[in-house]
């Protein structure tokens, strides 16, 4: 064999030795591709379903913070029934009561209370005895549900032998609306109900979680509300979610078909909050469209560089990395805030400064329903616009404002420098400065001169936001009560 045969055969050997470097190069790339591939969408998957039952989790425990704190609330204002003078010591069902004397208590009383409930959405607002007989506000509705059973159904709805007070919903199938019952004597009962639909405002549901479904349920699942289009009050929850969920309490269920997390309130209600897996997964399944063709892409590239590195230097080739970042994006008047957010701050700044006096001052416009239907439709906000204006001028050393109604607002000041004496005189002073300001007589179409006025309240305290702001609250209702544009301080 020739010289050149020798070199002719090596080099030959060497030209299928680079093909099958070449061949076992690119099958080694693409096969670790594809097991990083799968990794990382295996991975993501997984993540994005601890993410969003994270998620879920923690707002399924706000949501139960945020009923418990209305429910509180509401029976924070059916207890100021109690200030109303003969409401817990006179008793409709006594046979030896006067007629006349009746006719003016139970007249007095009504009157009270109508008052003591003018700032909220209450379907019922009122006492009823033992023999059936009603003063305040209590619907038709309520009592052609009960019939002649009213005040006997009423007192199987006290639960809580400790307060004498309880709450029930779904009295003969109807979910309509929810009860609250408080026996203030023997003969007795105190009642308060708002609709189902008031929940709204509980339940609000953030953007970033805008496909969950927000359910709350008595103990057998029926439910009392719902977020989803199409459920109706009364019906049991869907039987693929209540597999998931019967029978268990404060749980993260990841059942077959949804995401689910569960909690109790007040031991007889559910919160239920869920979301379709193949919603959460549909992030997913976009993204592993970009995954898997970017991993091609560098498989590719991978290999027509490897084989060229191969044909020219047989040396092997580095690796490319690449990364994906997500970005996230964030109403109402200009440094408002909303009713949460107001009270979330100024309970925040209270408790972290407990020391410190702060009054919780709250200003409504008055006949706002008026104004609504007797002006222009921009002039109810202009209104709103001009109280907002008056605020900011007379509170601009508040330490926040907020809007907490259609036409009310709460001012939290912060006494830094003053005496309590003079820092209550001076608040209540610029109170009374806001309803002066504004002030203003306007002509409509067919109520001819209608007084534009407004009524404010303030009230002070330390560490406690609540208390401090329920007196306020307290002191607005005597301030309608008493006549318009009256400023109390407690």
């Not at 080694?28 to 379903?49: H, P, R, S």
């Amino acid at each position: 064999m020739t010289r050149d045969q020798i070199q002719t055969i090596g080099l030959e050997k060497i030209k299928k030795m680079s093909v099958l470097m070449i061949i076992g190069y690119a099958a080694i790339v693409i096969a670790a591709i594809i097991g990083i591939t799968a990794f990382i969408v295996t991975k993501y998957d997984e993540l994005t379903k601890e993410k969003v039952s994270s998620m879920t989790s923690t707002l399924n425990v706000q949501l139960k913070l945020n009923l418990e704190a209305y429910l509180s609330r509401m029976e924070t204002i059916g207890t100021l029934a109690y200030s109303v003078d003969n409401a817990y010591s006179y008793d409709a069902s006594a046979p030896e009561n006067d007629e006349y004397e009746s006719i003016n208590i139970e007249k007095q009383i009504a009157s009270d209370l109508s008052s003591l409930c003018l700032m909220e959405n209450f379907v019922d607002y009122g006492i009823v005895y033992a023999n059936n007989k009603t003063i305040g506000k209590v619907s038709n509705g309520t009592i052609k549900l009960f019939g002649d059973k009213l005040y006997s159904e009423l007192s199987t709805m006290i639960t809580r032998r400790r307060t004498h007070d309880g709450w029930f919903t779904g009295y003969n199938d109807d979910y309509e609306r929810i009860y609250y019952v408080k026996q203030m004597n023997d003969n007795i009962i105190f009642l308060i109900s708002f609709y189902t639909a008031e929940l709204d405002s509980v339940f609000e549901n953030p953007e970033n979680l805008s496909d969950m479904e927000i359910r709350l349920t008595d103990r057998n699942y029926r439910m009392i509300y719902s977020s989803v289009k199409g459920d109706s009050s009364g019906s049991v929850i869907p039987d693929k979610l209540l597999d998931d969920i019967r029978n268990k309490d404060m749980v993260v269920i990841n059942g077959r078909e949804n995401l689910s997390t569960l909690n109790t309130i007040n031991d007889d209600w559910y919160i239920v909050c869920s979301i379709p897996t193949k919603v959460i997964l549909r992030e997913a399944i976009d993204i592993r469209k970009y995954i898997y063709l970017f991993a091609g892409l560098v498989a590719l590239i991978a290999v027509c560089a490897g084989a060229l590195f191969v044909r020219r230097m047989a040396d092997p080739i580095g690796t490319v990395t690449s990364g994906l970042s997500d970005e996230i994006s964030e109403d109402g008047f200009e440094n408002i805030l909303g009713r949460r957010f107001f009270r979330d701050k100024a309970d925040n700044l209270m408790k972290k400064n407990p020391n410190h006096c702060y009054g919780v001052v709250l200003v409504a416009i008055n006949n706002f329903d008026d104004i609504i239907e007797k002006f222009y439709p921009t002039f109810p906000e202009k209104q709103k616009g001009k109280m907002i204006t008056i605020l900011k001028e007379v509170f601009s050393d508040a330490e926040c404002i907020g809007r907490i109604g259609e036409n009310s607002f709460s001012v939290l000041l912060k006494n830094n420098e003053k005496d309590e004496e003079t820092f209550r005189s001076d608040s209540e002073s610029r109170a009374k400065d806001v309803c002066n300001k504004f002030r203003e007589s306007e002509y409509t179409s067919t109520m001819g001169l209608l007084e534009l006025t407004a009524d404010s309240a303030a009230a002070f305290g330390k560490g406690d936001f609540r208390e401090t702001y329920y007196k306020a609250y307290a002191a607005l209702c005597a301030s309608v009560k008493n006549g318009h544009n009256v400023s109390s301080v407690m």
